[in-house]
């Protein structure tokens, strides 16, 4: 069983709608949680960010951390064609240097 | 965010010779720089982690000599491919942790796509 879980997709949506990516992990020390855009052919950027469990907004951008079920989920707001990129969910526990990735979820919003 | 610049962005090279990638940093002293490779519709994956100053760890499974890494200074780590081989061809990336306002997260550079032939 992989650390992290994150179903590949493609995920196709058209534009305005509300998109919802997810991921599950085993290791209940993971503390700090992140989600990464990756444009083809780029580096990957860094969205949010959230320490524990909770939610987080940023603008259309929207991290919830469930700790009691080890899932993590972020939520993109009227989307748009700009949004269509590959989203790399992240993890790390307490004091530890390696970050865990998930497989990345492509997304296509289409105009 | 962060800035992190990654020298070649791409490069092509022959079966048997060597190549190195340059990772800089350039707005804060990375203290931990970390290099990924990620193939086609795949996660990144980790190769080797680097402190400044000290030996690389690398994964396991990754050949030490083959990947050589480097880091002398806060702001910048080398990746040499040495005697490259058609299955090295893969997309590089680096990232760099360090002293920023968030040290826990890690910035990535643009990633370099190396061509062996």
């Known amino acids: 069983q992989k650390e992290v879980e994150q179903d590949p997709g493609p995920l196709s949506v058209p534009e305005g709608a509300i998109v919802s990516l997810n991921c599950t992990y085993s290791?209940?020390?993971?503390?700090?949680f992140m989600w990464y855009r990756q444009y083809s052919r780029k580096g990957p950027e860094l969205l949010m960010y959230?320490?524990?469990?909770g939610n987080k907004e940023d603008g259309r951008f929207t991290a919830q951390v469930d700790k009691s079920s080890k899932y993590i989920s972020l939520f993109i707001r009227d989307s748009q064609p700009s949004d269509s990129a590959t989203y790399l969910c992240?993890?790390?526990?307490?004091?530890?240097?390696?970050?865990?990735f998930g497989a990345g979820t492509r997304l296509f919003v289409k105009a | 965010g962060a800035v992190v610049s990654q020298h070649p962005s791409r490069v092509i090279c022959k079966s048997g010779t060597s190549v190195k990638i340059e990772c800089r940093s350039l707005?804060?002293?990375?203290?931990?720089m970390f290099w990924y490779r990620q193939f086609p519709k795949q996660s990144l994956m980790l190769m080797a982690t680097s402190n400044e100053g000290s030996k690389a760890t690398y994964e396991q499974g990754v050949e030490k000599d083959k990947f050589l890494i480097n880091h002398a200074s806060l702001t910048l780590s080398t990746l040499t491919v040495t005697s490259a081989h058609p299955e090295d061809s893969s997309f590089y990336i680096c990232?760099?942790?360090?002293?920023?306002?968030?040290?826990?997260?890690?910035?990535f550079g643009p990633g370099t796509r190396l061509t062996v032939t």
């Open positions: 992240a993890m790390r526990d307490t004091g530890g240097f390696k970050t865990i």
């Open positions: 707005d804060f002293q990375a203290t931990t």
């Open positions: 990232s760099a942790s360090g002293r920023t306002g968030f040290s826990y997260e890690q910035y």
């Open positions: 290791n209940s020390a993971f503390q700090y």
């Open positions: 959230t320490y524990s469990s």
